[in-house]
């Protein structure tokens, strides 16, 4: 357990030192942010929204940005796994495949999240909103969650969307029946009726761990 | 094909047929490898020498047959011309992922080995490959066409090293187009579509 939580810990650090000197995932992911929140918020302004209005459709449409700005990007790291043929490296040299993929949750995690914090500023504010979703720890929570469901289901269908042609298509069309049930989960916390949110909290929590947990699984099948 | 070297036999190999992509390469051959064996395998391209060596290190899956590893053999596999490296680390760095022992380069200089890969030449490249899998102190090597970009001297320094491996025991495979030098090489054989022939003294078909 010690010896996969450290080589975990290894390969995370792998992944980040990469995007520092690549810094290609965090400019991608956050210009994909802000392109979607102008046209939303362009659109938002043609529809003639009013500001109460416009209130209850922000988490709604911060989520959206947050969900395509983590697709578009998510592919990217195993993309890079198979350049040069690291990921096979790493195979060879009988890396826990378990560790690979908890390192590789942690990197897309902590891009989304990136992603989640800038998608949870920049639309509010250009819709003329506090971007009050950032400052409530429920926001923050719903946020965390739908990235980890993001990072499970993403690290796991990568490596097999990369192997195909238009992978990149591929992996939206395997991916979006897995995360439409955490956008309307989270959804549903942020701005659906207070009464039924537990058991909308109890749904992001079981998607999340049921990911997790099929990814551990399907890992090692998925990378060989 | 197995080879006449009176110590124990590491890897054995039963039968085995590879495909890529749905087109067979290659029928099934059989063959097995002592410790202190160093075998040189030839063929025409696309005949699947690489796939093989691919399979034997478990990173190929579409294949029929058997093959087995002795209990506490370790496999290393290392190209020449695909890195297997992360092409933004440097080879310090590459090598910490896949080992805690302290490293010191054999055949680079240090200086190169806190570049990244990406600035390394193709000789470097493999070389870096060669290192990698070198610090893991693998058991079986399998070298695919690791010479082809190397230098006189790196080459020689490649052979040596090898040759000392297996004088200590270990065991390898290289894939090459080249001829290799006879000093170090136990058994030649030909993989083609039809199977392995062509055995010098040193091995013998299955």
Redesign the interface.
């Known amino acids: 357990m010690t010896g996969i939580f450290f080589c975990t810990v290894k390969l995370l650090r792998k992944d980040l030192i990469i995007e520092t000197r690549r810094a290609e995932l965090t400019v991608m992911s956050l210009m994909s942010v802000i392109g979607l929140s102008i046209i939303l918020s362009y659109g938002v302004w043609l529809a003639g929204i009013s500001q109460s209005q416009k209130m209850e459709l922000a988490p709604a449409l911060s989520l959206s940005v947050l969900f395509m700005a983590a697709l578009s990007v998510i592919g990217k790291f195993s993309e890079y796994d198979e350049k040069s043929g690291a990921l096979d490296g790493l195979l060879v040299a009988k890396v826990s495949s378990d560790a690979l993929y908890l390192a590789r949750v942690a990197a897309i995690f902590l891009l989304t999240s990136i992603a989640a914090f800038a998608s949870g500023l920049v639309l509010p504010t250009l819709l003329g909103l506090v971007p009050s979703l950032l400052l409530s720890w429920h926001g923050a929570l719903v946020f965390c969650g739908v990235s980890l469901g993001l990072a499970s289901v993403g690290a796991t269908l990568a490596p097999i969307a990369v192997r195909v042609r238009a992978g990149s298509i591929f992996l939206l069309t395997l991916m979006l029946p897995l995360v439409i049930p955490l956008f309307f989960a989270s959804c549903e916390i942020l701005s659906g009726n207070p009464s039924t949110r537990d058991f909308w909290w109890t749904l992001l929590a079981a998607l999340d761990a049921v990911y997790l947990a099929a990814g551990l699984w399907l890992h090692p099948h998925v990378v060989r | 094909m197995s080879v006449s070297a009176p110590t124990s036999q590491q890897l054995s190999v039963v039968n085995v047929a590879a495909s890529v992509a749905g087109h067979k390469l290659f029928s099934q051959i059989s063959f097995s490898v002592n410790s202190g064996v160093v075998l040189a395998l030839y063929g025409g391209n696309g005949v699947g020498k690489t796939t093989l060596l691919r399979v034997l290190?478990?990173?190929h899956?579409d294949y029929t047959g058997n093959f087995s590893y002795s209990p506490g053999v370790?496999?290393?596999?290392a190209?020449g011309s695909?890195?297997?490296?992360?092409?933004?680390?440097s080879l310090y760095?590459?090598v910490?992922?896949?080992?805690n022992t302290s490293f010191t380069p054999r055949l680079l200089s240090p200086a190169l080995c806190d570049r990244?890969?990406k600035h390394f030449s193709s000789g470097e490249r493999a070389l870096a490959?060669f290192e990698?899998?070198w610090v893991?102190q693998p058991t079986v090597i399998l070298l695919d066409e690791i010479t082809a970009h190397l230098d006189q001297k790196k080459r020689t320094a490649l052979f040596e090293a090898v040759k000392a491996h297996a004088k200590r025991g270990g065991a390898a495979i290289f894939v090459s187009h080249e001829e290799l030098p006879a000093y170090i090489v136990s058994a030649r054989f030909v993989l083609t579509a039809a199977g392995l022939s062509g055995i010098e003294p040193g091995g013998s078909l299955a």
């Open positions: 290190a478990g990173l899956r370790t496999v290393g596999f190209s695909v890195s297997m490296l992360y092409e933004d680390l760095e590459n910490e992922l896949v080992s990244p890969i490959a990698r899998m893991m």
